[in-house]
């Protein structure tokens, strides 16, 4: 069952059956190198499938680590100031009956203080920290040192100086210390 331009070319007696048998070998050689060379790219192919695998998986596993250690990073930080807000609180007793409203993080907050310590923290001597969802009162060293790790848990206000006008027709007048706003 050869081919049948060779059979005819024989029978003509164009060539020869050792030139039939020289091509016919020449053709199954090229057959088997076509074959053998179709066989490795797959492999390839596979191996290079596994490396791209590999090395996704390896990025992936370095970007879950770093968000990992950022988180625990966070925690860290988080009860480090924990730890400084409850150590160094103001402790409010039962006579705190004045409302001190406050704005943090775009809600309208309040804590319960009485006039000294309202008095210090509008003068800035005192800081409002927020800790497990409650705000204490803490000293203004502290608040600057919470507010160095994390603005966010810390409102420290700043002392306004009052500037007085020369041309001011109410300036001898004073506000009554007892007038609440």
């Not at 409850?86 to 775009?106: A, G, M, P, Q, V």
Request: charged fraction near 40%; hydrophobic fraction near 35%.
């Amino acid at each position: 069952m050869g081919n049948p331009f060779q059979d005819q070319f024989l029978k003509a007696g164009v060539v020869t059956k050792q030139q039939v048998k020289k091509a016919q070998s020449a053709s199954n050689k090229k057959k088997k190198d076509n074959r053998s060379k179709k066989g490795k790219p797959v492999a390839d192919e596979n191996k290079l499938k596994l490396q791209q695998a590999a090395k996704e998986k390896a990025e992936h596993d370095k970007a879950l680590n770093l968000r990992k250690e950022e988180q625990a990073k966070q925690k860290a930080l988080s009860s480090e100031i924990d730890q400084l807000i409850t150590k160094n609180l103001i402790k409010r007793s039962e006579d705190c009956e004045i409302i001190y409203n406050f704005e943090h993080r775009k809600k309208v907050n309040r804590v319960y203080v009485n006039a000294e310590m309202k008095k210090q923290i509008i003068e800035g001597k005192l800081g409002i920290a927020r800790i497990e969802g409650r705000y204490e009162l803490i000293p203004r060293l502290i608040a600057e040192k919470i507010q160095q790790r994390n603005e966010k848990r810390v409102i420290l206000f700043e002392a306004e100086e009052t500037v007085v006008d020369e041309n001011d027709p109410y300036a001898e007048f004073q506000v009554p210390d007892d007038l609440v706003w």
